[in-house]
């Protein structure tokens, strides 16, 4: 099956530990997201990328750094200078050129700082 | 900028009751419109979504009509199950799809009662 997977669902951080969130799609989509979502604020962009070894920021990348070595993997790395990381990270990802602008979206990981 | 302003929750319905949820945007262009639904501990997913003025998008009961004249986009169901109880996401797409970054609004939770 096709899909996206995200791992690990749960994490646990100490204060001023990076840790970084692993995204995978087999869907063969261009683009892939990771977007933030927070009680009452609902989701917000931090990166994406449209093409292998490129990518852009998005609206609250500060205290985030990504890769895209691959086209079917796109892990976030969430820094120590993230000031409140403790949220929940979807990723996601989408068909270039389509007409359509739907996003598939992994399970998420939830993240939360000891 | 771009955004999108949907009704706060929660909402809480009696089982078969009518529900509306309230979704307004604005953007400069023509964006396409969707509503994403998140059902507990997961990602989100394509409920329904509508890419021209007057278009109706209709998925599992659920109806939303894109209206121009009022940049409104709001989601309807006749008679609503138990089963329909989750977070309902509201989104707008800049760029008409072709680039896939899509701007949500903050979720709308329902909760519905037997």
């Known amino acids: 099956d096709g899909g996206i997977t995200q791992s690990p669902k749960y994490l646990f951080r100490k204060e001023g530990q990076n840790v970084t969130l692993s995204c995978e799609q087999n869907?063969?989509?261009?683009?892939m997201y990771w977007y933030r979502q927070d009680p009452g604020q609902g989701l917000r962009l931090i990166y994406y990328s449209q093409i292998v070894n490129d990518f852009q920021k998005g609206d609250i990348a500060e205290g985030y750094s990504v890769s895209r070595e691959k086209k079917e993997s796109f892990p976030l790395t969430v820094t120590s200078a993230q000031k409140n990381p403790t949220a929940f990270y979807l990723c996601?990802?989408?068909?270039?050129?389509?007409?359509?602008?739907?996003?598939?979206f992994g399970e998420g990981s939830r993240l939360t700082v000891l | 900028g771009n955004s999108v302003t949907q009704m706060e929750g929660p909402v809480t319905l009696s089982e078969e009751a009518f529900l509306t949820i309230n979704c307004t945007y604005t953007?400069?262009?023509?964006?396409?419109l969707f509503w994403y639904v998140q059902y507990p501990g997961e990602g989100l997913q394509l409920l329904l979504k509508?890419?021209?003025?007057?278009d109706k998008g209709s998925n599992k009961g659920f109806e939303a009509t894109y209206r121009k004249e009022t940049t409104s986009f709001h989601l309807e169901k006749g008679s609503v199950q138990v089963s329909d109880s989750a977070v309902y996401f509201c989104?707008?797409?800049?760029?008409?799809?072709?680039?896939?970054?899509?701007?949500f609004g903050k979720g709308t939770k329902l909760s519905v009662k037997p």
């Open positions: 869907l063969n989509h261009d683009a």
């Open positions: 509508a890419t021209k003025a007057d």
């Open positions: 996601a990802s989408s068909i270039l050129g389509a007409d359509t602008g739907e996003l598939f």
């Open positions: 989104a707008l797409s800049e760029y008409g799809g072709s680039q896939g970054n899509l701007i």
């Open positions: 953007a400069t262009g023509y964006p396409s």
